[in-house]
Nanobody, 121 residues
Framework: QVHLVESGGGLVQAGGSLRLSCVDS????????MGWFRQAPGKEREFVTG????????YYADSVKGRFTISRDVAKNTVYLQMNSLKPEDTATYYC??????????????WGQGTQVTISS
């Protein structure tokens, strides 16, 4: 069964850091690009970052470039999102999913349940 599980969200002050994790327990996406999206209340889901299947190529939305870093551990079937210099506008529920391409914001297969990130000013 395909199953993505995100974790690592929380409440931090502006300027702080968080590290999100996404485990592919079904090992279904090891040959896929993976990415993170986020959705704030009342807003559309936003494509934040993507990484290719090997972990060698990445893409970042302008809104997070220079502050967020995506990585993956193929052996652990896990994708990470290191978020630094967090801003209140980063507040959202963050989701990981497999992608059609590392910079192609089209999801393949299922979504995780999401993890809530809240940044206080």
């Amino acid at each position: 069964q395909v199953h993505l599980v995100e974790s690592g969200g929380g409440l931090v002050q502006a300027g702080g850091s968080l590290r999100l994790s996404c485990v592919d327990s079904g090992r279904a996406f090891r040959n896929y690009a993976m990415g993170w999206f986020r959705q704030a209340p009342g807003k559309e889901r936003e494509f934040v970052t993507g990484i290719n299947w090997a972990g060698s190529t990445t893409y970042y939305a302008d809104s997070v470039k220079g502050r967020f870093t995506i990585s993956r551990d193929v052996a652990k079937n896990t994708v990470y999102l290191q978020m630094n210099s967090l801003k209140p506008e980063d507040t959202a529920t963050y989701y990981c999913t497999a992608l059609r391409g590392y910079r192609d914001p089209v999801a393949v297969g299922s979504w995780g349940q999401g993890t809530q990130v809240t940044i206080s000013s």
